[in-house]
T-cell receptor, first 117, second 115 residues
Framework: AQTVTQSQPEMSVQEAETVTLSCTYD???????LFWYKQPPSRQMILVIR??????QNATENRFSVNFQKAAKSFSLKISDSQLGDTAMYFC??????????????FGTGTRLKVLA | GAVVSQHPSRVICKSGTSVKIECRSL??????MFWYRQFPKKSLMLMAT?????????EQGVEKDKFLINHASLTLSTLTVTSAHPEDSSFYIC???????????FGPGTRLLVL
């Protein structure tokens, strides 16, 4: 069975600084997807970034980028130039490829990030 | 991105009554939707997979007679909490992928309080 581990329950970062959130996962699959979602105090889940396992290039979305290490089964999220609006709970998620017959998410336990003014 | 709505956003009910929560994909069709439950400061727990035109698939430990799911159209899934009790109080979230194996987009959630 797949598992997703986020080892940092809480983190804080000064505004404008850079922070990295860690995520590791365990799977025997070779093809899958990884995601980072943000859940601000409103509790609306917002997609931050998506990575396909078959792609070696790390995904980026503006200030957000990932360090995807397939062999190490690691998928960390880097937030550059942190803003107060980045304060949220961040969840890492794993999804098998659709040909596996199921494409439900496996979520990590989350990292609560607080950006300090 | 794709938009998913939920209604109501908040509901308070008496113990023993039933509550229906709607999940709609507004700008795409979703043959599959997912229902999650989230406790305060915890991760999302998948309850069931809702399949259009067929029975829902429930996760282990989730009572299907307690949490009835109906996916009657390609844009609407409903979760009915039957004979609700205080322990059913929680935050319920739905999601829908834009296609098979695609990214899930989440509704804003429904806060249920059972008195």
């Amino acid at each position: 069975a797949q598992t997703v581990t986020q080892s940092q329950p809480e983190m804080s970062v000064q505004e404008a600084e850079t922070v990295t959130l860690s995520c590791t996962y365990d799977t025997s699959e070779s093809n899958y997807y990884l995601f980072w979602y943000k859940q601000p105090p409103s509790r609306q889940m917002i997609l931050v970034i998506r990575q396909e396992a078959y792609k070696q290039q790390n995904a980026t979305e503006n200030r957000f980028s990932v360090n995807f290490q397939k062999a190490a089964k690691s998928f960390s999220l880097k937030i550059s130039d942190s803003q107060l609006g980045d304060t949220a709970m961040y969840f890492c998620a794993f999804m098998k490829h659709a040909y596996s017959g199921t494409y439900k998410y496996i979520f990590g336990t989350g990292t609560r990030l607080k950006v300090l003014a | 991105g794709a938009v998913v709505s939920q209604h109501p956003s908040r509901v308070i009910c008496k113990s023993g009554t039933s509550v229906k929560i709607e999940c709609r994909s507004l700008d795409f069709q979703a043959t599959t939707m997912f229902w999650y439950r989230q406790f305060p400061k915890k991760s999302l727990m998948l309850m069931a997979t809702s399949n259009e035109g067929s029975k829902a698939t429930y996760e282990q430990g989730v009572e299907k007679d307690k949490f009835l799911i109906n996916h009657a159209s390609l844009t609407l899934s409903t979760l009915t909490v039957t004979s609700a009790h205080p322990e059913d109080s929680s935050f319920y979230i739905c999601s829908a992928p834009t296609g098979v194996g695609e990214t899930q987009y989440f509704g804003p959630g429904t806060r249920l309080l059972v008195l």
